[in-house]
């Protein structure tokens, strides 16, 4: 029974903290790094141990890991609330009314299309360019198949 105590390895103390996250994060770095480690808790407090021999590399890593992960800086100060904004917002909305007034009442003339202004069969810039399409995508939109005598 005596042999056993003898042969079981010293642990020592590398971080301890209120939360059990902080010391599961660390026994993560430590595992990462080859070195065994355990959590236990002690009263109010969750304490990381690793055997004796590896405590200096262990602590090592362990600086390296905080220096590395700096707390966030503080989030920005919320924007700045304008006290008449609202203002904005009814004029909008009346705006939008208006519109919609206009249009149904039909103070506005809607029939481009019909008075001849715009015709999008005789207008359309597309039919002017046609030639840069290749023969290939020109005798691929033929209708009919091409006369053969």
């Known amino acids: 029974m005596d042999h056993e105590l ?3 390895p010293v ?4 971080f301890r903290s209120l939360r059990r996250r902080p010391s599961d994060e660390r026994a993560f770095v430590l595992a990462a790094v080859g070195i065994q480690s355990v959590v236990t808790f002690a009263g109010a407090r969750f304490i990381l141990w ?9 602590l090592t890593h362990l600086r390296q890991y905080e220096s590395e992960n700096r707390p966030l800086p503080p989030p920005p100060p919320p924007p700045r609330l304008y006290p008449n ?4 917002c009814i004029a909008y909305v009346l705006c939008l009314m ?3 007034y ?3 009442g039909g103070l506005v003339r809607l029939d481009a299309f019909d008075t001849g202004d715009l015709h999008a069969r005789h207008n359309c810039p597309l039919r002017t360019l046609a030639a840069w399409r ?3 995508s020109n005798a691929s939109s033929r209708t009919s ?4 005598t």
């Not at 642990?11 to 590398?14: A, G, R």
């Not at 690793?50 to 262990?58: F, I, L, M, N, W």
């Open 50 to 58: 690793v055997s004796e021999a590896d405590g200096p590399r262990a």
């Open 102 to 104: 206009v249009i149904s």
């Open 11 to 14: 642990l020592v103390e590398v």
């Open 85 to 88: 904004a609202w203002v904005g």
């Open 145 to 148: 198949p091409p006369d053969m």
């Open 134 to 136: 290749s023969p290939v």
């Open 6 to 8: 003898e042969d079981a």
């Open 98 to 100: 208006g519109v919609a």
